[in-house]
Nanobody, 121 residues
Framework: QVQLLESGGGSVQAGDSLRLSCVAS?????MAWWRQAPGKEREFVAAVDWRGRSSDYADSLKGRFAVSRDGALEPMYLQMNALNPEDTAIYYC?????????????????WGRGTQVTVSS
């Protein structure tokens, strides 16, 4: 069993930056960030493989968000720049997925409880 703990969320103004972190209690494979806004489906944000070599982003976020991870035992980060109100959501850390299925929420074995990000205009 693996526990994932997100941190770094908060309330910011549009245009601000925020850096989220996710720490896993045990070594995991690929990890990802997902987010869910009220009344909306859970949305893929970004994923990174087990050693931080490969990454994947939602098309609309690639130029503004950056996911990083320096190794299987290291935290996963999400640097979010130029935040806007549409980024308001609970951001979840997820882990232990086959890389080819990283865009499928149902394929993730472990999920964190989420960290709230609120962006005001």
């Amino acid at each position: 069993q693996v526990q994932l703990l997100e941190s770094g969320g908060g309330s910011v103004q549009a245009g601000d930056s925020l850096r989220l972190s996710c720490v896993a209690s045990k070594t995991v494979g690929a990890m990802a960030w997902w987010r869910q806004a009220p009344g909306k489906e859970r949305e893929f944000v970004a994923a990174v493989d087990w050693r931080g070599r490969s990454s994947d982003y939602a098309d609309s976020l690639k130029g503004r968000f950056a996911v990083s991870r320096d190794g299987a035992l290291e935290p996963m980060y999400l640097q979010m720049n130029a935040l806007n109100p549409e980024d308001t959501a609970i951001y979840y850390c997820a882990a232990n997925v086959n890389w080819d299925q990283r865009r499928l929420a149902a394929q993730y074995t472990f999920w964190g409880r989420g960290t709230q990000v609120t962006v005001s205009s």
